[in-house]
């Protein structure tokens, strides 16, 4: 143990950072994505899936998706450039006449 709270320590020992119960540093225990607000389109004519359309934060990017309903639409998702996102649906576009 050194004498000097100044001296280096070697690699792997943290400079008093809390510790898991595996003996792992602990910095962060919560991931946030960031929040984007996305349309969802209703399956219209033969087509079976819904269309969810969104502008990504990182790449500033329109970003095209396809969920098989509209429960599974929210949520963390991976964008096609690579990023994660928290999907919010924002509007829901429908066929007319549809309830």
Not at 27 to 33: A, D, E
Not at 56 to 63: D, K, L, S
Not at 67 to 95: H, I, L, M, N
Request: aromatic share 8%; with cysteine.
């Amino acid at each position: 143990m050194p004498t000097n709270e100044t001296e280096a320590r070697p690699p792997g020992q943290g400079a008093g950072l809390p510790k898991d119960a595996h003996g792992s540093d602990v910095t962060t225990s919560i991931r946030r994505y960031p929040a984007v607000y996305a349309s969802l389109y209703a399956p219209a004519g033969r087509r079976r899936m819904w269309w969810l359309t969104l502008r990504c934060p990182h790449c500033r990017a329109g970003h095209f998706g396809r969920v098989p309903s509209e429960a599974a639409a929210g949520g963390v998702r991976r964008t096609p450039c690579g990023r994660r996102v928290w999907v919010v649906v924002a509007r829901v576009y429908r066929p007319e006449g549809a309830q």
